[in-house]
C-alpha cells in the first residue's frame, strides 16, 4: 500500500499525462489513466484527480491571483499539477494547511528546480492567508 505522498506522486503524473493528451488533441478515458498508475482501486487519488479536473479554471484563476509576474499557463505541466494538487488540497479537501503545502513543496523539490519550489511554497503560503481565512 501507497502513502500519501507517493499516492499524490502518482496525482501528479495522471495530471501532467492528461495536460499533454489535452495539448496533443487526444482522447482519454480517465479511468483508464488511473488505472495505469494504481494497480488497485483508490479512492484518494480518484477524487483528488476529478476534483482537479472539476475546479481547474479556478484553481488556475486563484494561482494567477496570487503568482508575482507568472501566470499558471507559463509554468511546465509538471509545476501546474504540483500547484494544482497544493490549492486543491488547501481549499477543497480537509487534508491539513501544512500538510498540503508541504507535500507540494517536496514533490517540487522532487521534479523542479529550487527557484519554482520556493514560487509554489510562496504562492500556497499566500493562498492559505488570504483565501482559507475569509472561509
Wanted: hydrophobic share 40%.
Amino acid at each position: 500500500m501507497k502513502n500519501r505522498s507517493e499516492l499524490r506522486e502518482i496525482v501528479m503524473k495522471i495530471l501532467y499525462q492528461i495536460a499533454i493528451y489535452q495539448e496533443s488533441d487526444i482522447t482519454y478515458n480517465l479511468d483508464d489513466l488511473i488505472k495505469e498508475q494504481m494497480e488497485i482501486d483508490n479512492s484518494f487519488v480518484k477524487d483528488l484527480v476529478t476534483g482537479i479536473i472539476r475546479e481547474k479554471s479556478n484553481l488556475q484563476k486563484i494561482a494567477n491571483r496570487y503568482l508575482i509576474n507568472w501566470q499558471i499557463e507559463r509554468l511546465n505541466k509538471v509545476d501546474q499539477a504540483i500547484l494544482n494538487i497544493g490549492i486543491y488540497e488547501l481549499l477543497y479537501t480537509n487534508t491539513p494547511s501544512i500538510v498540503a503545502i508541504n507535500e507540494a513543496i517536496e514533490l517540487s523539490k522532487k521534479y523542479s528546480d529550487e527557484k519554482v519550489s520556493k514560487m509554489i511554497n510562496a504562492t500556497l503560503d499566500k493562498i492559505f492567508h488570504e483565501e482559507k481565512d475569509h472561509e
